[in-house]
T-cell receptor, first 109, second 113 residues
Framework: GQSLEQPSEVTAVEGAIVQINCTYQTSGFYGLSWYQQHDGGAPTFLSYNALDGLEETGRFSSFLSRSDSYGYLLLQELQMKDSASYFCASNTGGFKTIFGAGTRLFVKA | DGGITQSPKYLFRKEGQNVTLSCEQNLNHDAMYWYRQDPGQGLRLIYYSQIVNDFQKGDIAEGYSVSREKKESFPLTVTSAQKNPTAFYLC????????????FGDGTRLSIL
């Protein structure tokens, strides 16, 4: 089957660094995306990795290792507004994207 | 400002009733998608459309129908055949294939009366 596994919850302190892991098992893998969703809101795109390595966008970075079927999202200098759910998503080719169940991040003061 | 508009924000369905969720985009995107999200879960693909007058079933299409008569519009009908329709429904669009970022609407929350 096709699936993406990520932790259900992560808690971190304001100002700290947190890493959200994602392992995937999908056919026809083309790349890994990350989305942020605040409660009751729309998911918003954060990053996309098609190739192995690290992509950096401001306080957020995303990493992919195709050989390990693994990726992570790194959030630095955590702020209270970063409290949200984070989803990894696999592009399996064409127009189909498979989403993980999401990781709920709690940022404490 | 360009974006995706979903309406209504909240919708209630009676047993045996069909309801239609609206999705309009002014981003000039070719591809549009419908997802269902249940509490504590990820997004599951219901239908997607690559181009006008063409659409494909996703992973959970049973009990749903769509149309794509205009580039800007991709309405979703939840039919009476969908026995568990209570969920948060999200519409999205992208420039092309799904390696491009998907832009989401604010969603419609559907409940059964």
């Amino acid at each position: 089957g096709q699936s993406l596994e990520q932790p259900s919850e992560v808690t971190a302190v304001e100002g700290a660094i947190v890493q959200i892991n994602c392992t995937y098992q999908t056919s026809g893998f083309y790349g890994l995306s990350w989305y942020q969703q605040h409660d009751g809101g729309a998911p918003t795109f954060l990053s996309y990795n098609a190739l192995d390595g690290l992509e950096e966008t401001g306080r957020f970075s995303s990493f992919l290792s195709r050989s390990d079927s693994y990726g992570y999202l790194l959030l630095q200098e955590l702020q209270m507004k970063d409290s949200a759910s984070y989803f990894c998503a696999s592009n399996t080719g064409g127009f189909k994207t498979i989403f993980g169940a999401g990781t709920r991040l709690f940022v404490k003061a | 400002d360009g974006g995706i508009t979903q309406s209504p924000k909240y919708l209630f369905r009676k047993e045996g009733q069909n309801v239609t969720l609206s999705c309009e985009q002014n981003l000039n995107h070719d591809a549009m998608y419908w997802y269902r999200q249940d509490p504590g879960q990820g997004l599951r693909l219901i239908y997607y459309s690559q181009i006008v007058n063409d659409f494909q079933k996703g992973d959970i299409a049973e009990g749903y129908s769509v149309s794509r008569e205009k580039k800007e519009s991709f309405p979703l009908t939840v039919t009476s055949a969908q026995k568990n329709p209570t969920a948060f429904y999200l519409c999205a669009s992208s420039v092309g294939t799904s390696n491009q970022p998907q832009h989401f609407g604010d969603g419609t929350r559907l409940s059964i009366l």
